[in-house]
């Protein structure tokens, strides 16, 4: 038992009307990566909030190093060494990297003032020890998220964790930055540190983890090494079928063109964009965090205004100053941030589709709440979002379900153009099997789909065609169903732009 830091045994935890642990048992070895995995409902954060010291559990117990511990709250989990890394940052923007890292924990110097001299010396090396380059004194606000990621990493060291629980820690990295991601983490199993990985990008899986548990409807479905298991058995553990892995079969069959984007820039875009989507086509934006995709899609949208270049929908060129005008024109953005753009949490599925679309559900300035009642059930059925009812609080739905109600308070005013900023962000492999074929549904209908995405996967399997973005510029344009992950990568980092800009001057 020795080579186990830690051991969870028949865990069990009810909440009112549902079990959400079912005598789970979970541990993780010395130095591995032991990946967590399921889909979203299926037990893995009511698990590590016990680990955290949030919840308590009602049935079973905990070891760690070999002792029986009843973890009480975070403050005594920290003391233990267990260190968590959640999907949100839990940093101050203003504050430096160094005063991040040892917040509430400064050391003073015989006089009660703070050491900044000792805490800039024992960041730099905590970072060091790393291998990652960051100016201790640089704030948070000027960090990319990458960065971000690793001052998280280094405060939990700080506190002398043998023991780091990941949390979707690759949710917003692409590239250069997830590969780095990942060597940090074989320096820390090098140092013996042991990691808890939840994830629902199951390429990473294979990557990096040593081991993975899988985990549906609070039941334990399996632990295995991972040369024992493939990804169609992994996903078939995790939803109970097989699901397949191959995205819905491409048309080949478009209209004319729907949108047309010509020579649109902002502060944000120094350099004029121009594309084109054609009735039916799902058009892909692939390229690093950092790159201009959301700034692209915001400008578009008019969230973020235009200082040149016009906008022609339908034949019709138009001038989209704001939101409103492109709603207005049959533009919409799903944005990348569902919770903090998309939906409103504390209210009902109903509002949350209601929102937007109050002139279409009233008259004479009143609503009529019958129609506004149908609409909602209808949009429930027909994207099959699971809830008790339209009187679900949004955020008690799974992260699918809360992004097809933001895809249905759009849908409710039939768009011609749908803006997806990471569709899937996320999202459990279940639930992103219907959200791909929502999409391709929607461009069988005839609208024009815009799809970033940092997952090439998704690219690959998805787009018809596919722009590349580095530097703020579109640098390379695909054939989605015959380019690959090597030549947008190619593009992505600037291999390509060169060979692009030839082009457009043919």
Same mark, same amino acid.
């Given at each position: 038992m020795n080579e186990y830091l830690l051991r969870m045994e028949n865990i069990t935890k009810k909440f009112p009307g549902t079990i959400a642990l079912d005598d /789970? =048992?979970?541990?993780? &070895? &010395?130095? #591995? /990566?032991?990946? %967590? /995995?399921? #889909?979203?409902?299926?037990?893995? =954060?009511?698990?590590?909030k016990i680990l955290s010291g949030a919840y308590s559990q009602d049935l079973g117990s905990i070891y760690f190093r070999g002792e029986q511990i009843n973890i009480s709250d975070p403050k005594h989990r920290q003391a233990l060494g267990i260190g968590i890394i959640m999907q949100e940052f839990n940093l101050l923007p203003y504050l430096s990297v160094e005063e991040n890292i040892f917040l509430g924990r400064e050391k003073k110097t015989p006089?009660? %003032?703070?050491? #900044? &001299?000792? @805490?800039n010396q024992e960041s730099q090396k905590l970072l060091s020890s790393l291998n990652v380059n960051i100016d201790p004194k640089t704030k948070i606000e000027r960090l990319t998220t990458a960065q971000m990621q690793f001052v998280e990493i280094a405060k939990a060291l700080s506190l002398g964790a043998d023991l780091l629980i990941m949390d979707e820690p690759s949710a917003t990295l692409t590239g250069h930055e997830l590969e780095y991601l990942f060597s940090v983490i074989e320096v820390l199993? !090098? &140092?013996?540190?042991? @990691?808890?990985y939840i994830s629902h990008r199951l390429v990473e899986i294979f990557q990096i983890a040593d081991r993975v548990t899988i985990l549906k409807d609070g039941k334990l479905m399996g632990t295995k090494g991972i040369e024992e298991v493939t990804r169609d058995k992994l996903v078939e553990l995790m939803v109970g079928r097989t699901v397949s892995e191959t995205f819905p079969k491409r048309t080949g069959k478009f209209g004319d063109c729907m949108i047309s984007v010509e020579n649109i820039s902002n502060k944000t875009l120094p350099n004029p964009i121009n594309l084109e989507i054609r009735c039916g086509e799902i058009l892909g934006l692939a390229g690093l965090v950092g790159s201009g995709r959301t700034e692209l899609a915001k400008a578009i949208f008019g969230s973020d205004s235009t200082e040149t270049g016009s906008i022609t929908i339908k034949s019709r060129k138009t001038r989209i100053k704001n939101p409103n005008d492109a709603v207005k024109n049959g533009v919409v953005l799903i944005p990348e941030d569902r919770k903090l753009e998309g939906l409103v949490g504390i209210r009902t599925i109903q509002q949350n589709i209601s929102l937007p679309n109050l002139d279409h559900f009233s008259l004479f300035g009143f609503i009529k709440s019958? !129609? $506004? !009642?149908? #609409?909602?059930?209808? =949009?429930i059925e027909q994207l099959s979002i699971r809830c008790s009812g339209m009187t679900q609080y949004v955020q008690d739905l799974s992260g699918g379900n809360q992004q097809k109600v933001v895809l249905a308070k759009w849908l409710v005013r039939l768009p011609n153009v749908i803006i997806l900023d990471e569709p899937t962000r996320g999202i459990d492999v279940g639930a992103k099997s219907e959200i791909y074929q929502i999409m391709r549904n929607l461009a069988n209908k005839g609208l024009a789909i815009l799809m970033i995405s940092s997952e090439l996967p998704e690219i690959l399997g998805m787009a018809d065609r596919v722009l590349v973005m580095? $530097?703020?510029? @579109?640098v390379a344009e695909l054939d989605g169903a015959s380019t690959t992950e090597e030549e947008i990568m190619r593009a992505a980092t600037g291999g390509a732009v060169a060979i692009f800009e030839d082009q457009q001057s043919t």
């Open positions: /789970v =048992s979970f541990d993780c &070895k &010395k130095g #591995e /990566v032991h990946a %967590l /995995v399921g #889909e979203n409902g299926a037990g893995k =954060s009511t698990l590590m006089l009660g %003032l703070i050491d #900044e &001299k000792y @805490i199993k !090098k &140092k013996g540190t042991s @990691i808890i019958q !129609k $506004e !009642k149908q #609409e909602v059930q209808n =949009s580095h $530097e703020r510029k @579109i």
